[in-house]
């Protein structure tokens, strides 16, 4: 897998595609257990970014993704900027000075954005947060590449465990965020950010399968 900086650009408007086609959807799942914006603010977050990144040139991807993440920062309400923010300005530190990405890349991001996002949120994995997507889709990456499997093939089994991430964030109690506030009534509900995540993951993914030239 190698994606250059012009592919990671378009894998950024992509996702904020993705975003605005769930926006209602997204909504809907913060109706019930947070403050009803998440998909509104993810939308206009990502539309902000388009236009940022219509406006540069730089081939460092490390760059575009710390721009990403202080748009978002900037233009999300709620918790979500602050985490998703930190999350993309911890991926442009990790890929400063590159200009194209390989599969070991993909690992660091993913580090790199979880470190970020537990230390701003206070967050660990089971706490009904974006972690339960992320964390579960590092580990089934990192487990493919190590039995062999190809990097389109690693990051289907990635995508597959964000949404079983997903799925587990109905079984469990928020313990961070609005949601928390409702205690035992969280149970139930599926967890905005999680969701958010498995589908940027999910847009990934595919823009890898049709866009990414294999590791060399």
């Not at 690693?154 to 949601?179: D, F, H, P, S, W």
């Not at 999910?202 to 866009?211: E, H, P």
């Amino acid at each position: 897998m190698s994606l250059n900086s012009s592919q990671v650009k378009k894998v950024m408007l992509e996702i904020g595609e993705t975003v605005e086609k769930n926006k209602e959807f997204l909504t809907e799942l913060d109706l019930a257990i947070g403050d009803a914006d998440h998909g509104i603010n993810l939308t206009k977050g990502f539309r902000a970014v388009a236009t940022k990144l219509s406006a540069t040139e730089t081939d460092d991807i490390g760059e575009i993704f710390t721009l990403v993440g202080m748009t978002l920062v900037g233009n999300v309400g709620g918790a979500s900027g602050p985490l998703y923010g930190t999350a993309f300005m911890r991926a442009g530190s990790y890929a400063a000075g590159k200009t194209s990405l390989i599969a070991d890349d993909f690992v660091g991001i993913l580090e790199a954005a979880i470190g970020g996002i537990k230390m701003r949120g206070k967050a660990e994995a089971g706490d009904k947060t974006m972690l339960d997507a992320l964390i579960p889709a590092l580990n089934a990456f990192q487990e493919a590449l190590k039995q062999g499997i190809t990097v389109h093939g690693a990051l289907t089994k990635a995508v597959e465990a964000a949404l079983a991430g997903v799925n587990y964030t109905k079984e469990i109690q928020a313990r961070k965020g609005r949601a928390s506030y409702l205690g035992a009534r969280s149970i139930g509900h599926q967890d905005p950010g999680a969701t958010s995540t498995y589908l940027m993951l999910r847009t990934i993914s595919k823009a890898v399968q049709t866009q990414g030239q294999p590791e060399k």
